[in-house]
């Protein structure tokens, strides 16, 4: 079946700007995961959805940061008035629920100028 | 809270060769334990994983790797690689119960040498 689908593969931003990233998870999983990987290191978490509910926002690093996930499916990552810092790859994952196997999308590569 | 050490960042092998790729954690609970690659432009794939029993776990692609709850460990091997193998590998830690996160090291850069 269909992955972890992510949109868009790439985005280019000016300072300052709003941006929305969205995924696709793979169809009946009911958790969602975002992750940000900046260049040389590893996937740091954001946040994680059981549900329509964000069960663990304690990654997001500050309030210009924001995700939703209004009908349990489709998930969005906003971000206000992006900073040059903000710039890295933006991973999905979902699983079939808690303590389950987490399987990642292929990531939006984010680029503030 | 936990934390995942890969202390090689690069790692050449000529084709054929074993390998070893080293993970080490710290944990104030238990965890389960994985491996992940990531080849060239493409998304995070899961290699294997421990959860609990057998302390040796085999996963894709002929990798192997072994739980030492003594050292701390995870490391991964194979015991001849392919160029297909050149790829970032990625150990993760997650702790057991409340804990829905996956906490990553910084990877190495598997590089297969014809």
């Known amino acids: 079946g269909a992955g972890v689908s992510q949109t868009p593969s790439n985005k280019v931003t000016e300072k300052g700007k709003y941006v929305e990233l969205r995924c696709d998870p793979i169809s009946g999983h009911t958790a969602l995961y975002w992750y940000r990987q900046s260049l040389g290191q590893g996937p740091e978490f954001l946040i994680y959805f059981q549900g329509t509910g964000a069960a663990d926002d304690s990654g997001l690093p500050n309030d210009r940061f924001f995700a939703v996930r209004p009908e349990g499916s489709v998930s969005t990552l906003k971000i206000q008035r992006t900073e040059r810092g903000d710039s890295a790859v933006y991973l999905c994952?979902?699983?079939?629920?808690?303590?389950?196997?987490?399987?990642f999308g292929p990531g939006t590569r984010l680029l503030v100028l | 809270a936990q934390s995942v050490t890969q202390l090689d960042s690069q790692v050449p092998v000529f084709e054929e060769a074993p390998v070893e790729l080293r993970c080490n954690y710290s944990?104030?609970?238990?965890?389960?334990l994985f491996w992940y690659v990531q080849y060239p432009n493409q998304g995070l794939q899961l290699l294997l994983k421990y959860l609990s029993g057998s302390t040796l776990v085999k996963g894709i692609n002929g990798f192997e790797a072994e739980f030492n709850k003594s050292q701390t460990s995870f490391h991964l091997r194979k015991p001849s690689v392919h160029i297909s193998d050149t790829a970032e590998y990625f150990c993760a830690v997650r702790g057991l119960f409340g804990n829905e996160k996956l906490t990553f090291g910084t990877g190495t850069r598997l590089t297969i040498i014809p």
């Open positions: 994952a979902s699983s079939t629920g808690r303590q389950e196997t987490q399987y």
């Open positions: 944990s104030s609970v238990s965890v389960y």
